[in-house]
Each structure stands twice: as structure tokens, then as C-alpha cells.
């Protein structure tokens, strides 16, 4: 079963807009552009990270919101404007001493393909463009920036043995 392989992942690597947001823009007069979040998949985020699920995040995007936001759930390794995404993936499975199999990768659209295939475990939301569809190991039921996220941390902390009712209440 495909799923077996999320016991061994002991990082899980996300983009920000397609994946964590649902791709849309929305730009100021004054030329800001904001996102939006989905609170589930951030307090999902947050418990990964609570019970030792590491969420390193690598965007080609650059904003000082998705910055803070990503720093207010508690993610340390938050990499925006990456423009080679496989290269700094490798420098952080180094740092780490991680290997392929170890990590877990979503994302959503082409920059994401060549990082994606360098892990063992590839996923993407529903509304992913079709040459990243093709080669993910799960496709989330969930679009992205609406319960994508969640869907694959909630899979992996619960055959991990890291995600139950009991333990999740007490933790609040």
C-alpha cells in the first residue's frame, strides 16, 4: 500500500501558493498582494510540528505575510524566492542527514516537478496541473488552500501514531 511509505517520512516540504493557498491573488491598489489561508491545514501544521513532523517550506513566491504567517505556526525552515528548488531541498536533507525516502514533498505546478521527484513520498492537491498529478505517489481528494494540507498531514501523523482525539484535546 502506497501509504506504508508515510511511516518513513520524518519531513514534510510544502509550496505556498497552490498548495497552501488556492493560487489566487488578490493586489492592492498600493501593489500588495494578499493570500488566503485555510485555519485547518495551519492547525495541522502547527500539531505536525507540536508532535516532531518538521515543515520546511520552499516558495518561489516572496511575500513578508506568507513569511509571517508561516513563522506564527511555528515553521523554522520558511525559504521564499527560491528560484532552484532542488538544490536547496538537498542542502536541507544535509543539514538534517535526511534522506529521499525521508521526506515528503506537496506542490501544485511545474516548479515543483524536478523537487518532487527527488523525494520518496509525492503529493499534490486535486487542482494540480496534470504533469504534476502524473507523477505523485497520492493526490489529495482536497484543493489547494482548502484542506490539501491537512488531508496529507492528518494521513501520515495518524499512521504514525501521532494524531488521535485524546491526545489532539489535551494538547490544546
Known amino acids: 500500500m502506497i501509504f506504508q511509505k508515510l511511516l518513513s517520512i520524518k519531513a514534510v516540504v510544502l509550496d505556498v501558493d497552490g498548495v497552501m493557498t488556492d493560487g489566487s491573488l488578490q493586489v492592492s491598489e498600493e501593489g500588495h498582494q494578499l493570500r488566503t489561508f485555510y485555519v485547518k491545514d495551519g492547525y495541522a501544521m502547527q500539531l505536525a510540528i507540536k508532535r516532531g513532523l518538521p515543515i520546511w517550506v520552499i516558495s518561489g513566491g516572496r511575500s513578508k505575510g506568507v513569511q509571517s504567517r508561516m513563522e506564527g505556526l511555528g515553521i523554522n525552515e520558511v525559504h521564499m524566492g527560491v528560484a532552484d528548488k532542488l538544490t536547496l531541498l538537498k542542502e536541507l536533507m544535509g543539514k538534517y542527514s535526511l534522506e529521499k525516502e525521508n521526506?515528503?514533498?506537496?506542490?501544485?505546478?511545474?516548479?515543483?516537478?524536478e523537487v518532487m521527484q527527488a523525494v520518496g513520498f509525492a503529493c499534490c492537491p486535486s487542482d494540480a496541473v496534470e504533469e504534476i498529478?502524473?507523477?505523485c505517489h497520492y493526490m489529495s481528494p482536497f484543493a489547494g488552500g482548502r484542506g490539501a494540507v491537512r488531508d496529507i498531514l492528518e494521513k501520515t501523523m495518524k499512521l504514525q501514531g501521532k494524531w488521535s482525539v485524546e491526545t489532539t484535546i489535551k494538547s490544546i
Not at 506542490?107 to 515543483?112: A, F, K, N, S
Open 103 to 113: 521526506l515528503l514533498y506537496m506542490g501544485d505546478d511545474l516548479p515543483d516537478y
Open 133 to 135: 498529478k502524473e507523477i
